[in-house]
T-cell receptor, first 115, second 113 residues
Framework: ETGVTQTPRHLVMGMTNKKSLKCEQH?????MYWYKQSAKKPLELMFV???????ENNSVPSRFSPECPNSSHLFLHLHTLQPEDSALYLC??????????????FGEGSRLTVL | DQQVKQNSPSLSVQEGRISILNCDYT??????FLWYKKYPAEGPTFLIS?????DKNEDGRFTVFLNKSAKHLSLHIVPSQPGDSAVYFC????????????FGTGTRLTIIP
């Protein structure tokens, strides 16, 4: 069983649909992240949750809505997306504490296509 | 403004030879650097890291070199194997209190048998 699992692996949705991406981590970490990977661009940090509290929102449009019900689960709710939102969405987790330096464990990603 | 740059989008190396992947950064506050490896249809996986107090870190076939004055780091893989074919991402963080990672755009490494 991988440490960070994401579902679905592939998602195709229309611009008026509402869907959600799910992430679960089995590593006992206290921080979870959503990253976006678009072609020929760096991995873009979207949201960070530490102990279920959102600590970072990297100027992400409101059509992306994160939810972190507990330290093991993270959701990304999607609504009225645009075709340019098509990308690979990666979930990651880490153990944040004094002295740790940001080593992330990634899931396999959810490939999103917006028609 | 991209703070972590990987200027070579792709690199091809003969099997058995050395692969050298390069990364430059602009933020002098970065003090911890990591390399991630990504296969198609998988998430990135951590490969090796280096703290700014060191200039070299070695783990088996993988060695990372850090030149702080040039704000440059490199990943050396020797000998290169076909299974090393992947996209390699360089990442940097500001260390304690600023653990957020900033990633480069990646370099696709192809090992030619």
């Amino acid at each position: 069983e991988t440490g960070v699992t994401q579902t679905p692996r592939h998602l195709v949705m229309g611009m008026t649909n509402k869907k959600s991406l799910k992430c679960e981590q089995h590593l006992g970490h206290n921080a979870m992240y959503w990253y976006k990977q678009s072609a020929k661009k760096p991995l873009e940090l979207m949201f960070v949750y530490n102990f279920k509290e959102q600590t970072e929102n990297n100027s992400v449009p409101s059509r992306f809505s994160p939810e972190c019900p507990n330290s093991s689960h993270l959701f990304l709710h999607l609504h009225t997306l645009q075709p340019e939102d098509s990308a690979l969405y990666l979930c990651a987790s880490s153990q944040q504490s004094r002295g740790t330096t940001g080593e992330l464990f990634f899931g396999e990603g959810s490939r999103l296509t917006v028609l | 403004d991209q703070q972590v740059k990987q200027n070579s989008p792709s690199l091809s190396v003969q099997e058995g030879r050395i692969s050298i992947l390069n990364c430059d950064y602009t933020n002098s506050m970065f003090d911890y650097f990591l390399w991630y490896k990504k296969y198609p249809a998988e998430g990135p996986t951590f490969l090796i890291s280096i703290s700014s107090i060191k200039d070299k870190n070695e783990d088996g076939r993988f060695t990372v070199f850090l030149n702080k004055s040039a704000k440059h780091l490199s990943l050396h893989i020797v000998p290169s194997q076909p299974g090393d074919s992947a996209v390699y991402f360089c990442a940097a963080s500001g260390g304690f209190g600023n653990e957020k990672l900033t990633f480069g755009t990646g370099t696709r490494l192809t090992i030619i048998p």
